[in-house]
T-cell receptor
Framework: AQTVTQSQPEMSVQEAETVTLSCTYD???????LFWYKQPPSRQMILVIR??????QNATENRFSVNFQKAAKSFSLKISDSQLGDAAMYFC?????????????FGQGTILTVHP | NAGVTQTPKFRILKIGQSMTLQCTQD?????MYWYRQDPGMGLKLIYY???????DKGEVPNGYNVSRSTTEDFPLRLELAAPSQTSVYFC????????????FGPGTRLTVT
């Protein structure tokens, strides 16, 4: 079974600044995938970024990027040029490959506040 | 495409009542999932399905049942509702294994009193 730890219950950032959300996980799988989801107050779950564990290059999606350290089992999310619309709860969610059938294990979440 | 739809959006149940949460997706996805989210917490997997007629338990299946008679629909049944089942319930679907993302419905907020 996978475990996921998001050690920052809350984070805050000034608009236009950069913030990093941390995530560590534990898995015995060698083939897996990692996701960051965002949940704004509307409670809709929205995919932010994904990373395949077999890829050495860190994923990037516009202002969002990850720092994936496979040996350390660390998967942090960096948000650059923060915007008010980035305020939300963020969840790290690994997905073991193989016969896991795409099941996600979610961390406890980090609430991000963006100050104007 | 409507994506993943869930009904109802809100529901209040009395202890011991039963109900079915509906979930439908129009993306022809084989994989479907039910999660629950307790206040201030992450989502936990209740049940999942990899195709019509195939379902399996997730992390927290007690008190729930599912069926998958079609690719589109994946209803979640609550029997004998208990206060511990007060939560927000999310249905999700996924097009395949691997790096495909899960698409989530808008959620159902259930209160059991």
């Amino acid at each position: 079974a996978q475990t996921v730890t998001q050690s920052q219950p809350e984070m805050s950032v000034q608009e236009a600044e950069t913030v990093t959300l941390s995530c560590t996980y534990d898995t015995s799988e060698s083939d897996y995938y990692l996701f960051w989801y965002k949940q704004p107050p509307s409670r809709q779950m929205i995919l932010v970024i994904r990373q395949e564990a077999y890829k050495q290059q860190n994923a990037t999606e516009n202002r969002f990027s990850v720092n994936f350290q496979k040996a350390a089992k660390s998967f942090s999310l960096k948000i650059s040029d923060s915007q008010l619309g980035d305020a939300a709860m963020y969840f790290c969610a690994p997905n073991a490959g193989g016969t896991s059938y795409g099941k996600l294990t979610f961390g406890q979440g980090t609430i991000l506040t963006v100050h104007p | 495409n409507a994506g993943v739809t869930q009904t109802p959006k809100f529901r209040i149940l009395k202890i011991g009542q039963s109900m079915t949460l509906q979930c439908t997706q129009d993306m022809n996805h084989n994989y479907m999932y039910w999660y629950r989210q307790d206040p201030g917490m992450g989502l936990k997997l209740i049940y999942y399905s990899v195709g019509a007629g195939i379902t399996d338990k997730g992390e927290v299946p007690n008190g729930y049942n599912v069926s998958r008679s079609t690719t589109e629909d994946f209803p979640l049944r609550l029997e004998l509702a208990a206060p511990s089942q007060t939560s927000v319930y999310f249905c999700a679907s996924k097009g395949g294994s691997g790096a495909y993302e899960q698409y989530f419905g808008p959620g159902t907020r259930l209160t059991v009193t």
